[in-house]
C-alpha cells in the first residue's frame, strides 16, 4: 500500500557525511511515522533512527550525535543526515514506514510494515 523510495547513498571517505532521503507514496489517512535501518554483509538488520508524526526523535546509541532524523509531515519525505561516517557504518539503509499509533516508539523491525528498496552506504577508512 505505501511505496517507499530512497536516495543519497554513496561512497565517502571516514569523517565525511551524507544525506539519505526517502519518499512515501501511496499513503491514506492517518500520518506515517518513519525510521531508517541498515543491514551490513553477514549482520542482522538494525534499527538507527525513528521519528514519528508528533516529532519525537530515537536513535541507536551507536550513531547518536552523529546522525540526525527529521520528516516533512507534508510530503512525508524522510531525510537521514549522517556527520562523522565511520567504516563501521558501512551498510545497505532501507527507509521503513507504518501508520502511526499508540504504543511504544521502538527501533524493532517489527515495528515497520512498509520498506524502501534499500540504498548503499560506504564509508572507507
Known amino acids: 500500500q505505501v511505496a517507499l523510495v530512497e536516495s543519497g547513498g554513496g561512497s565517502v571517505q571516514a569523517g565525511g557525511s551524507l544525506r539519505l532521503s526517502c519518499a512515501a507514496y501511496?499513503?491514506?489517512?492517518?500520518?506515517?511515522?518513519m525510521g531508517w535501518f541498515r543491514q551490513a554483509p553477514g549482520n542482522e538488520r538494525e534499527g538507527v533512527a525513528r521519528v514519528d508524526f508528533d516529532g519525537s526523535t530515537r536513535y541507536a546509541d551507536s550513531v547518536k550525535g552523529r546522525f540526525t532524523i527529521s520528516k516533512d509531515n507534508a510530503k512525508n519525505i524522510l531525510y537521514l543526515q549522517m556527520n562523522s561516517l565511520k567504516p563501521e557504518d558501512t551498510a545497505l539503509y532501507y527507509c521503513a514506514a507504518e501508520y502511526a499509533h499508540g504504543g511504544s516508539r521502538s527501533l524493532s523491525q517489527a515495528d515497520f510494515g512498509y520498506w524502501g528498496q534499500g540504498t548503499q552506504v560506504t564509508v572507507s577508512s
Open positions: 501511496g499513503y491514506t489517512g492517518s500520518g506515517l511515522y
